[in-house]
């Protein structure tokens, strides 16, 4: 399984590393200095996870943010995983996305992770 893993043996993309998971620069970026954070060992989504691992994935997150800190300027982050394939997951190992955001990305970023449902978007009339 893990030799068609594409974050399986990626070393050679690693742009950060920490005790059991480490970052890559994301193949399809949402935005300029989007990584994703890893486990080095393979496991299927977030809750597979050791305790120890998310931890390091935590250390890694702020590794990133510190990276991208360097060479940009982003107003904010996105940081988030997909699980399952209903939660939109198409590569089954996990992985958490750490976006930067940056002032005028997108015409309205109120909602944030939220608008992967739109109607839920909306705060101003609560159930709608």
């Not at 005790?19 to 994301?26: E, N, P, S």
């Not at 940056?102 to 101003?124: M, Q, S």
Request: aromatic share 8%.
């Amino acid at each position: 399984m893990a030799h068609a893993c594409p974050f399986c043996n990626a070393e050679d993309r690693h742009i950060v590393r920490h005790g059991r998971a480490a970052a890559l620069w994301d193949a399809f970026p949402v935005n300029p200095g989007h990584a994703l954070v890893v486990p080095l060992a393979h496991r299927r989504d977030l809750f597979e996870c050791t305790p120890e691992e998310l931890a390091d994935m935590w250390t890694v997150i702020g590794m990133v943010k510190a990276l991208v800190e360097k060479e940009r300027a982003p107003a904010g982050y996105n940081i988030g995983a997909n699980v399952g394939a209903a939660a939109g997951q198409t590569v089954f190992h996990c992985h958490v996305h750490v976006i930067p955001r940056f002032e005028g990305d997108v015409d309205t970023p109120r909602g944030g992770v939220r608008r992967v449902k739109p109607p839920l978007v909306r705060y101003d009339e609560p159930g709608k």
